[in-house]
Nanobody
Framework: QVRLVESGGGLVQPGGSLRLSCAPS????????MGWYRQAPGKERELVAT???????NYADSAKDRFTISRNNAENTVYLQMNNLKPEDTAVYYC????????????????WGQGTQVTVSS
């Protein structure tokens, strides 16, 4: 069974930076879309950014110009570089994968990581 393992969250002051990482724990040969979502207390989960296998990216307006999503296809790892963080960026950040090939089957369902807490506060 494939699971996603996230790392890199923590406490940072406003204006600071963090880099999140996410990689699958199971055997995956290729992944179509990888992405990051976030959920703040009392709010719904929302898109932060996605990147497909060709490198095409999509960002939420709140993430443009401050966040950068990237991936390493050889290691099936996705990153989120977050700069100039603001208190409103405080949330649990979730990694997601849509469409992946294990070498036996191609799965179209999305899978999610357990989330990593990002807190921006002075």
């Amino acid at each position: 069974q494939v699971r996603l393992v996230e790392s890199g969250g923590g406490l940072v002051q406003p204006g600071g930076s963090l880099r999140l990482s996410c990689a699958p724990s199971g055997r995956i040969f290729s992944i179509n879309i990888m992405g990051w979502y976030r959920q703040a207390p009392g709010k719904e989960r929302e898109l932060v950014a996605t990147i497909d296998s060709s490198g095409s990216t999509n960002y939420a307006d709140s993430a443009k110009d401050r966040f950068t999503i990237s991936r390493n296809n050889a290691e099936n790892t996705v990153y989120l570089q977050m700069n100039n963080l603001k208190p409103e960026d405080t949330a649990v950040y979730y990694c997601s994968v849509e469409g992946y090939y294990t070498g036996t089957y191609y799965y179209t369902d999305a899978i999610w990581g357990q989330g990593t807490q990002v807190t921006v506060s002075s």
